[in-house]
Antibody
Framework: EVQLSESGGGLVQPGGSLRLSCAAS????????MSWVRQAPGKGLEWVSS????????YYADSVKGRFTISRDNSKNTMYLQLSSLRAEDTAVYYC?????????????WGQGTLVTVSS | EIVLTQSPGTLSLSPGERATLSCRAS???????LAWYQQKPGQAPRLLIY???SRATGIPDRFSGSGSGTDFTLTISRLEPEDFAVYYC?????????FGGGTKVEIK
């Protein structure tokens, strides 16, 4: 059974930093591209960042480029998102999501999400 | 960036009725790289449809997707109580991947 579990969210001041983790199990992690998708309170979904199975290719939304860094450790079946220079508009539930090898670009499994609140 | 516009914003229907949700793209989505997700309150989204019309694993056949180019539709043939939720479309034709604003299907 595929399981994704995020952690690391919390309250942080504007300009601060946070590192989110996504622990994965139940599938071959190293062959699956992974992504982060966020949802501001009461709002819709926004793709944030993606990383290839090997970790060599990374992609970012313009809204977070230069401030967020995605990475993964395939030996630990874990993906990370380093959030820096945080702004109030980064407040959201951050979901990690798996992309199927056969259909890259969609998200076939999601974690339960971790809430990041940026406020003074 | 491809902008996806979903309509209506809210759909008020009774169990057993048919739901028709629309997703319109600001430019053509090639190869029908369009997916649909369902999200219930306090839960993560769940993949329903990909490739505009292919059901994901375990999705009941009352859910169907259609369309191409710029106009796509999600149809729920007969609403079950568990189908009342918010539905999002997403394009994966070009970067950045984008989602529509969502359609809430509520009990009338």
């Amino acid at each position: 059974e595929v399981q994704l579990s995020e952690s690391g969210g919390g309250l942080v001041q504007p300009g601060g930093s946070l590192r989110l983790s996504c622990a994965a199990s139940g599938f071959t992690f190293s062959t699956s591209a992974m992504s982060w998708v966020r949802q501001a309170p009461g709002k819709g979904l926004e793709w944030v960042s993606s990383i290839s199975g090997s970790g060599h290719a990374t992609y970012y939304a313009d809204s977070v480029k230069g401030r967020f860094t995605i990475s993964r450790d395939n030996s630990k079946n874990t993906m990370y998102l380093q959030l820096s220079s945080l702004r109030a508009e980064d407040t959201a539930v951050y979901y990690c999501a798996k992309e199927p090898v056969a259909v890259p670009g969609i998200f076939d499994y999601w974690g339960q999400g971790t809430l990041v609140t940026v406020s003074s | 960036e491809i902008v996806l516009t979903q309509s209506p914003g809210t759909l008020s229907l009774s169990p057993g009725e048919r739901a028709t949700l629309s997703c319109r793209a600001s430019q053509s989505v090639s190869s029908s790289y369009l997916a649909w997700y369902q999200q219930k309150p306090g839960q993560a989204p769940r993949l329903l449809i990909y490739g505009a019309s292919s059901r994901a694993t375990g999705i009941p056949d009352r859910f169907s997707g259609s369309g191409s180019g710029t106009d796509f539709t999600l149809t729920i043939s007969r609403l079950e109580p568990e189908d009342f939720a918010v539905y999002y479309c997403q394009q994966y034709d070009s970067s950045p991947r984008t989602f529509g604003g969502g359609t809430k299907v509520e009990i009338k």
